[in-house]
């Protein structure tokens, strides 16, 4: 079988059948390591503080927009203490493009003041205290968490959840359920690194929508049963 990326065939993909999970994951590792060796962060950001506003930013929106915006909030302000400052409304104007602009403006102004007069202006290294500040989930504390501080997290986005439904790696009941079973699956030290891997290839491989299995090579291999069954 072909590797798509290379137009090669992998040794790896010979060495037929992957009889076990365990087997499917280990083959699954080596074949993104090969396709995406290094996982530059899709987000600009300057520090902790600009990634976490960027992330909030990326909610319903592409990283390729939030890129395009926020230079001229930076520009507007880069640290909590100016962030505080500023009308929401001069806010809200310049995220207009990344929509749902009235909400994620009010709270990148509050948890800007929160940071200013709780944090000493420093973004919180662990999950309690973010995941307490305002527009910040979850996902969006473990991309921080990762990301700007180096801590294992796994964070799941859209493409996560459907590529590990689509490998046969969870069930795809909630996108809690898909974190639990990745961090299961995947070793501790390599969640940072793979979760953007598989990330990058659900985009170029394996969209929502388009999708075609003469492309995606590693769900025509590995694939939940059921699903290739209707090909």
């Known amino acids: ?51 976490l506003v960027a992330v909030l930013l990326s909610a319903q929106c592409t990283d390729a927009r939030v890129n395009q915006v926020t230079p001229a909030l930076f520009q507007l302000a880069r640290t909590p203490n100016d962030m505080m400052l500023q009308p929401v409304e001069v806010i809200r104007n310049i995220i207009h493009p990344c929509g749902l602009s009235p909400r994620k403006s009010v709270a ?44 294992p997290a796994f964070p799941v986005d859209t493409h996560i959840h459907r590529l590990m439904y689509r490998w046969g790696l969870s069930n795809g009941t909630s996108v809690e359920q898909t974190e639990k079973d990745a961090k299961r699956l995947f070793p501790r030290d390599m969640w940072n690194k793979l979760h953007l891997q598989i990330i990058f290839y659900g985009r170029e491989y394996s969209p929502a929508r388009g999708w075609s299995l003469d492309k995606d090579y590693i769900t025509a291999f590995i694939g939940r049963k059921s699903l290739l069954a209707k090909f």
């Open 1 to 51: 079988m072909p590797n798509h990326k290379t137009g090669k065939t992998s040794k790896s993909m010979t060495a037929l059948p992957l009889k076990t999970k365990a087997e499917r994951v280990r083959w699954l590792i080596e074949e993104l390591h090969k396709l995406y060796p290094e996982t530059p962060i899709p987000l600009d950001h300057h520090d902790p503080y600009t990634l």
């Open 108 to 151: 990148i102004s509050e948890l800007s003041r929160i940071l200013v007069e709780q944090h000493e202006g420093q973004v919180p290294a662990n999950f309690d205290d973010l995941e307490a500040l305002p527009g910040v989930g979850h996902k969006t504390a473990s991309v921080v968490m990762s990301q700007a501080f180096g801590v």
